[in-house]
């Protein structure tokens, strides 16, 4: 599992997505949704509705990880 490049927090599949579609698609570092928003001078509520607005869409760096995410829990 990845951490956060900021802050060392294990990151979710969605938090490396969005890091990948927001900063760099061939990103090797992510960042977690707060570090993310920080980075970005936004508030993580941003980020949460950025990644809901992409997976809507059909981005393809969400739709590979949703099942992962069903089945995480």
Same mark, same amino acid.
């Given at each position: 599992?990845?951490?956060?490049?900021?802050?060392?927090?294990?990151?979710?599949?969605?938090?490396?997505?969005?890091?990948?579609?927001?900063?760099?698609?061939?990103? #090797?570092?992510?960042? %977690?949704?707060?570090?993310? &928003?920080?980075?970005?001078?936004?508030?993580? @509520? $941003?980020?949460?509705?950025?990644?809901?607005?992409? #997976?809507?869409?059909? %981005?393809?760096?969400?739709? &590979?990880?949703?099942?992962?995410?069903?089945? @995480? $829990?």
């Amino acid at each position: 599992m990845s951490a956060c490049k900021n802050c060392g927090r294990q990151l979710t599949p969605d938090e490396i997505a969005v890091t990948r579609k927001l900063i760099n698609r061939g990103a #090797k570092e992510y960042y %977690c949704i707060s570090c993310l &928003a920080a980075y970005f001078d936004v508030t993580p @509520a $941003d980020i949460e509705e950025r990644i809901a607005y992409f #997976k809507s869409t059909g %981005c393809t760096l969400f739709s &590979a990880h949703s099942n992962a995410d069903a089945g @995480a $829990d």
